[in-house]
Structure formats: C-alpha cells, structure tokens
C-alpha cells in the first residue's frame, strides 16, 4: 500500500502509544470521534474518583457543586477564550441552542437565517422558535466550495429588514469546514440582526474559540474534540440581554443572575462538568494543543489520502475534497455516485459498517452527495485508515453497485 503523506507517530510523554491512554475497544476501529468524542482513561478514573466522593457522602457533595461548578468554569473558559463571568455550563450544544432560543420573542414576519450546512436539530429549534411567532426560517445556501469571502457576500445578501436572527456553524457538520462567523457576525449587527454562532465542534480546533467567535451568543461542546465526558458544554454571551437566559432546568439557582443561576441545577450528575478541566490538562501536558491540532491535520490529511487513493480507481469524481477552510481533524472523501445520497441513507451506512464490519465512522450527505468525514485524534493511527480500506471499501463499492474486478487489489 502506498500513501502519499506520511502519518505522524504520536506518543505520550511517557513514550507509549497515544492509543493506550484511551479505553477505546480495540477490536473496533474508531473513526469518528467528530459525532461523540472519546474520553481518555486518566480522565474516566477522575470522574469515577469525584462520583465515588457523592457516592461516600451525598451532604459533603450536593450543596457544594455549584461552587465546584463555578471553579471548573473558571479553568475552562480561558481554553475558549472567554471570561468565567461569561460563561456557563449546559449538558450540551443542543440544550445551549434550546437555552438561547426560549430567551427570544419575534414577530409575525420575522425571519431568521440558518444554512444548508447547519446542524438538523439545531435548524429544527431554529423553525421551531419561529412557528411560535409567525416568523420564517430562510435558508441561505453555500456552496461547498464557497470561499470565506463568498460567504459573507451570501449572508450580507441575504439579510433583509426582516432578519431578526442568525443561526451559524463555527465548524459545519455535515460537511466539517469552518465558516467566518465573527465576520458575518459584524456585518449582521451593524444591520441590527443577532448571531447565534453554534460552535458545538470549535472548542480544541479552533484556539480560543468563543473568542475567535463573534456574535451575540456562542456555544461549544467540551464532550467532542477537548475529550471532557459527555453532557459539558459552554455557553457564552456577553449580549446586554443575557438576564433573559434561563437553565433547562428551572432550580435554586433561580434568583441569581446569568451565568451563576446555571451553576445549580438541582440534584444532578455534574462530574461532567467538574471533570472537564482535567481533559484539557490532559491534552495540554501530555502534547500541547497546538501541537495537538498540527498532529490531527497531519493524521488527517494522510487518512483522506490513502482512502481517497482506495476509491479512486472505481469513482467518476474525485473522492478527495479538500475544503477552502478545512478543520484540523475531519476531511470529507466522496463517496461514489448514488451512496448516501440522504442523511438517512448515510446515517444507515454508518450502523451498517459498525454491526457488520466493527468500524465506527460518520457519513454525510450534503446536495444529494454523500461523504466519508472521517475523523482523527491523537490516538488515531494509520492502520485504523487500513482498516477501513480492507473492511469498508469493499462494502462501499459493492453497496454502489461497482464490481471490482477480481484481479483488482484494493490498495
Ligand atoms: C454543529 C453541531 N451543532 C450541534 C450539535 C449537537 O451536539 P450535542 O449532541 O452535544 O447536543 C452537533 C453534534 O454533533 C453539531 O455537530
């Protein structure tokens, strides 16, 4: 097999296997940590040890998180670029865009912005807040290949004096390319529109990334690329409004002002956001996060690579697509014609690969196109991208109806 980049060899400090510092099963090959991260061991036994110490006295534990929680967010909002005063924990994005839009009132004829590269559930809530005002979602489309420069053009076109709001990906889903937010953001106020910028994948990609942000308010989940444990997300808004912002959960935090009315949600698990801080360590002191981000470029590249190289003889188009703004860590590779056609369809692809071949991945499908997005973080290595080109192409082709012909090896 021949690969035209070379893989970066990541080790921990200690020299071992950045793979062993993860309690990801190895009989599985992991290749999507873009859709539910990946906790490191150090960071599953912290968060074992703090939920043990509610387990050993629930009364030394309960009444004192919020102040716990308040300390965590004092560590993690510097790793987003944002003040503690700012900032608040939420289970997740989807519970920081809930948060966001319940604080909002529109009117009859209103309109909000959202993409065709935008998160389904968080476009969902998006049509959702507008039903309940007779207001209107419009969909301002951008090519895959759009530049930074066309987007904003596209945006700035788009607002009218009806926009009321903006809902925009720091990092798209579907298609895993970064979008200039904080310029459209600019543009939006200046025309009195507000931006609500969903940074779910931002945080560990992007260098402070609520900062880097723009906009009225930012989230970003701390469960994906940063490997806290599931259920943390930030929220961040410096809007003169942010009284408006009420937790999910309606609790004793109650008569405090935003953020800290957050930090009390009543009787909760949350050693998801206590234990957050110690992933970022984690990251930080076993390789750096710039060093880090380098590394995942570099992992990623090469993956897409050698599986582009895979399809490539069997494909009409190009498989590799590299993007005017790329992410350090997801690549999208084209998948052959009529593959993932729907998100549905790619979303079965992915259940399929995983019962019948033990391969986790992520596909997408964006304009009726469907992509491999592949993901790569430090534990990534390069026979877990040879994995998937003995297992999953075969499946591929065979699932578009392309016939290998026996003489062809996969390479
Ligand atoms: C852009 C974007 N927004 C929101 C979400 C929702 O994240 P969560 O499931 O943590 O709420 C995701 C999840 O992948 C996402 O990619």
Redesign the pocket.
């Known amino acids: 097999m021949t690969t035209a980049a070379p893989f970066p060899l990541i080790r921990l400090k200690s020299y071992e296997r950045a793979r062993d510092a993860w309690p990801l099963d190895p009989a599985i090959i992991h290749l999507n940590h873009?859709?539910f991260g990946a906790v490191p061991t150090a960071v599953v036994e912290h968060q074992n040890a703090l939920r043990h110490q509610a387990d050993l006295t629930p009364v030394g534990w309960f009444p004192r998180i919020a102040e716990q929680v308040r300390e965590a967010i004092e560590q993690t909002a510097p790793f987003v670029g944002a003040r503690a005063d700012d900032s608040a924990f939420v289970p997740?994005?989807?519970?920081a865009?809930t948060v966001v839009y319940n604080s909002l009132r529109l009117g009859a004829g209103d309109e909000i912005l959202v993409t065709d590269h935008g998160?389904g559930?968080?476009t969902m809530g998006a049509q959702r807040l507008a039903r309940r005002f007779g207001a209107a979602v419009r969909v301002v489309e951008l090519p895959l290949l759009a530049s930074d420069d066309e987007v904003v053009r596209r945006f700035s076109d788009a607002m009218t004096a009806h926009t009321r709001l903006i809902v925009i990906?720091q990092?798209?889903?579907p298609t895993a390319r970064m979008l200039p937010t904080r310029r459209i953001a600019d543009i939006a106020a200046e025309r009195g529109v507000r931006t609500l910028v969903?940074g779910?994948?931002a945080p560990g990609l992007i260098a402070s990334a609520a900062e880097q942000a723009g906009g009225d308010w930012w989230f970003g989940?701390m469960?994906?690329w940063p490997c806290a444990p599931r259920g943390s997300?930030l929220l961040v808004t410096t809007a003169a409004d942010r009284q408006e912002l009420w937790p999910l959960i309606d609790s004793w935090g109650a008569p405090e002002p935003y953020p800290h009315r957050f930090d009390t949600q009543g009787t909760i698990d949350a050693t998801t956001y206590i234990a957050t801080p110690a992933a970022i360590d984690f990251v930080e002191s076993e390789f750096g996060w710039d060093a880090a981000r380098d590394a995942l470029s570099a992992l990623a590249d090469a993956g897409a690579e050698m599986i582009a190289e895979a399809l490539r003889p069997f494909s009409t188009h190009e498989p590799l697509t590299p993007l005017p703004s790329p992410v350090p860590s997801m690549r999208l590779v084209r998948l052959p014609d009529g593959l993932g056609a729907s998100r549905e369809e790619a979303d079965a692809l992915r259940m399929d690969l995983f019962d019948e071949e033990g391969v986790e991945t992520a596909f997408t499908s964006f304009r009726g196109i469907g992509y491999f997005r592949l993901s790569a973080h430090l534990y990534t290595e390069a026979s877990d991208f040879e994995a998937f080109v003995e297992r999953c192409v075969p499946q591929i082709l065979r699932r578009a109806g392309i016939r290998v012909p026996l003489t062809t090896t996969i390479a």
């Open positions: 873009g859709s997740n994005a989807s519970a865009a998160y559930a968080v990906d990092i798209t889903s969903d779910a994948h989940n469960h994906k997300a």
